[in-house]
Every structure is written in C-alpha cells, then in structure tokens.
C-alpha cells in the first residue's frame, strides 16, 4: 500500500506563485512516473503535468511554460511549481503516481486526497 499526501494548496491572486507538494509513503518499489491533475467544479479531471524517474516531463497546454514539475527520487517526493496563475487554474489539484510496492511486487495507480487551488482576479 502506497499513501500520497499533498500540500501547500491556498489561495492566490492572478499572476501569483504556488508549490505543491506530495510525498509517498509506504513499501515502495518504484514510483513511475508521477505526476498531477486537476479537477474544476463541474469539470473531467485532467493532467497537468507528469515526470518520470529519470526526469522525462510532459506538461498539458495550458500550463506549458508557467507550471514545472520536478521530483526528488530519494525522498519520493514531486513537485508542482507554478507561476503566473490565472483564475482558470482554479481546481483541486490531485497527486498521481504509478507505483510498483508491496511484496510480492504489485503495480498500482495510487491518487492523493487532493489539494485546493484558488485564484482569485
């Protein structure tokens, strides 16, 4: 089993700053890739951005050149930095990782509790 917890979510005004971060815990394996989605009211949860172990990253449009990810191996922690926020970045934003854990070894799609993002304009 494989837990994720974000944090650093709140609230912001337009052109601000926010990190995200989510740390896994549990008898990890592996974790690949990682990345976050968001989810606004009325909304499908969609990607953001995703990274694998060895620093691979795809971000979606509308974050491109705005939001970076980044993750830390050794402590199986990733990163979400993002900049020049806009009201439509708004949404819960969910950690995901791709974990291999547990013994014997298994392969799991593990989702974290979910943290809010709020911009205000």
């Known amino acids: 089993q494989v837990q994720l917890v974000e944090s650093g979510g709140g609230l912001v005004q337009a052109g601000g700053s926010l990190t995200l971060s989510c740390v896994a815990s549990?008898?990890?394996?592996?974790?690949?890739?990682m990345g976050w989605y968001r989810q606004a009211p009325g909304n499908t949860r969609e990607v953001v951005a995703a990274?694998?172990?060895?620093?691979?990253?795809n971000y979606a449009d509308s974050v491109k050149g705005r939001f970076t990810i980044s993750r830390d191996n050794a402590k199986n922690t990733v990163y979400l930095q993002m900049n020049s926020l806009k009201p439509e970045d708004t949404a819960v934003y969910y950690c995901?990782?791709?974990?291999?854990?547990?013994?014997?070894?298994?392969?799991?799609?593990?989702w974290g509790q979910g943290t809010q993002v709020t911009v205000s304009s």
């Open positions: 995901n990782a791709k974990a291999i854990s547990g013994f014997p070894l298994t392969t799991h799609d593990y």
């Open positions: 549990g008898s990890i394996f592996s974790l690949n890739p």
């Open positions: 990274i694998t172990s060895g620093g691979s990253t």
